[in-house]
């Protein structure tokens, strides 16, 4: 469906922006049942719902002749949970109506409120602003809301989580009565039921989650990783895509902190952005992103809301999303207009099951991969580095200068290996991860060690059935035993047990650390038993044998049900 049945104006500043057709969102709130009334819209992130809330309301804000009248007070408030998604907004409608003679003020906290008192004073036929800043310029009387025809709720059920209900409340009990409400919210929770039930009349719901662009544009991938190795693979995903822009997720503002820190004494350029960072530093922050300064943003989920870079090619979940809503938020930050993007899940081996049906009930196709290797960076490297020195270039007359002097001191080989070693020198160097360290279970049980031709085998109660995996079970045995990889010998999981073997020299020390460091919450390391075995695990499988399973009326429960383990 084209654009051409809207207002000439509208339709000539979409087609200027390279708009061809609607998205579904868009085609959905213009269809003749959402005419005029209040919509409660569920649409994803990056599908259009800014264009399309701007193109609803333009019968409450046009005239006949297509252009705005001339007023004082605001006919469209537009409510958005934080300032950068407020500022994209107003971007947005200054485009859109600019033809139309639009005046669009913005009032959001950082910036300053005078101005916008002064602004709102000239008049404005849109206000656009975050709930707080709006409430103090409405109680300081600077915003007069009595001839609104139409309100927007922008990520209503974020701006409830970050607790502006009475905020929002405020300000529509102050509009008109007569008003029409558009409420755009990705999740329906009980909150937005009753905050839609009180100020919304007959309202149509339009749902476009997972048409159109769905997740065409985004590559899902979920790697497994040891939870030691989460930050190692983060590294390795960043050098082995060199994204223009990439966005790290973590859950908290402290672990945004901390793996912030670990990147910058790594040699990234990033940022992060979080609730303890200041107006002023995220500022500063997305400006470097903007001029790329910085090429890696790690934040946690409210404070990326708004945030709009089309260069943001990857986005990696570092701490998984807690739904799939929240997953394809997140993942909606890149593979926007039409530009493909890259979405990766770190999951910890014992969680794999959770992500699993996450993706199923989000009907996405992610590919299971390993962690990118040094290997297969180093490789990445090399063809990046070829490309960029074979693309066609402008030399001028000092460039050419240089070059004669090195040619005359130096061989060409000699200059083209140094200017490749200077490349890979900029670059943070690829981390080894658990996994790449060491083989699965079968591989370990073969290879031939020096110093393990005496050994003592323990057992632990946890097996195939709690997802145990040679790949975090090593880094738990070497935190509870405080032994080295190199100290354990074969590995060997049956289903509801994993023997394992320790030199007989490191055996009783072992013995003695997994005794202390016993005990804790019943889903931590410390609930999982560690014993000593009477000879080999070939040894005990004989002896259960000659014995036979309990007669069935005597049939012992186990004293201990192993949960799934958690590792930290």
């Known amino acids: ?39 409660i819209v569920s649409a994803q992130t990056g599908s259009g719902k800014t264009v399309a809330f701007g193109l609803a309301m333009a019968p409450q804000l046009l005239e006949e002749s297509g252009a705005l009248p001339f007023i004082r007070e605001p006919l469209a408030l537009v409510i958005a949970p934080t300032r950068e998604l407020a500022l994209q907004v107003s971007r947005e409608l200054i485009w859109l109506y600019g033809k139309a003679g639009a005046r669009i003020a913005t009032c959001v906290g950082g910036m300053d409120a005078s101005k916008e008192r002064r602004s709102l004073s ?167 992103l903007r001029d790329r300064r910085a090429r890696v943003c790690v934040a946690t989920d409210v404070a990326a809301r708004g945030i709009d870079l089309p260069t943001l090619s990857l986005v990696i979940h570092v701490e998984l ?48 991969i390993q962690p990118p290797t040094p290997e297969d960076i180093r490789r990445n490297d090399r063809t990046r580095l070829l490309e960029a020195l074979l693309e066609p270039a402008e030399y001028d007359d000092e460039d050419r200068e240089v070059a004669q002097k090195l040619l005359a001191e130096r061989s060409p080989e000699d200059i083209a290996a140094a200017l490749v070693r200077a490349h890979r020198a900029r670059m943070p160097a690829p981390e080894e991860l658990a996994d790449q360290q ?46 080295t990889r190199n100290e354990i010998g074969a590995i060997r999981i049956a289903p509801n047990e994993t023997a394992f073997e320790i030199p007989r020299a490191a055996a009783r020390r072992f013995a003695e650390a997994v005794k202390r460091t016993a005990g804790g919450d019943p889903d931590g390391e410390g609930a999982i038993q560690i014993e000593a075995m009477n000879g080999t695990p070939r040894d005990a499988a004989k002896q259960n044998r000659r014995e036979g399973p309990p007669p069935a009326r005597h049939k012992a429960k186990p004293a201990y049900k192993a949960k799934p383990h958690r590792p930290r």
């Open 321 to 368: 999303p807690r739904d799939a809503e929240t997953l394809q938020h997140r993942s909606g930050r890149t593979g926007r207009a039409g530009k493909k993007g890259t979405a990766v899940l770190l999951v910890p081996y014992q969680r794999r099951k959770r992500v699993d049906m996450m993706l199923r009930g989000a009907k996405i196709a992610a590919e299971w």
């Open 1 to 39: 469906m084209p654009f051409s049945h809207l207002p000439p104006l509208l339709a000539e500043a979409l087609s200027a922006r390279g708009y061809s057709a609607p998205t579904p969102v868009q085609a959905a709130v213009l269809e003749n049942d959402a005419d005029g009334r209040d919509l």
């Open 438 to 483: 060491v083989g699965g279970d079968q591989e370990r049980q073969k290879e031939h060690r020096q110093g393990f031709e005496d050994t003592v085998w323990f057992r632990m109660d946890i097996g195939r059935r709690h997802n145990a995996d040679p790949r975090w079970l090593l880094p738990l045995l070497c935190r509870r035993g405080h032994i």
């Open 122 to 288: 000239q008049g404005a036929h849109v206000v656009v602003g975050t709930p707080g800043r709006l409430r103090d310029h409405l109680e300081r009387g600077a915003l007069d809301l009595s001839q609104l025809r139409v309100a927007v709720l922008d990520e209503a059920d974020e701006m409830l989580d970050m607790g502006f209900r009475e905020d929002l409340e405020e300000i529509l009990d102050a509009t008109p009565e007569g008003r029409r409400t558009l409420l755009f919210s990705a999740t329906m929770p009980k909150p937005i039921v009753a905050l839609a039930k009180r100020y919304q009349k007959d309202a149509l719901r339009i749902s476009t989650v997972g048409e159109d662009r769905g997740h065409g544009d985004i590559a899902y991938q979920a790697v497994t990783v040891a939870p030691a190795d989460i930050e190692n693979a983060v590294v390795n995903l960043l050098r082995f895509h060199e994204a223009e822009s990439a966005m790290l997720f973590c859950a908290t503002r402290d672990n945004v902190r901390r793996l912030h820190a670990s990147l910058i004494e790594r040699g990234f350029a990033a940022v992060a952005l979080s609730g303890e960072h200041s107006q002023s530093e995220r500022n500063h922050a997305m400006q470097a």
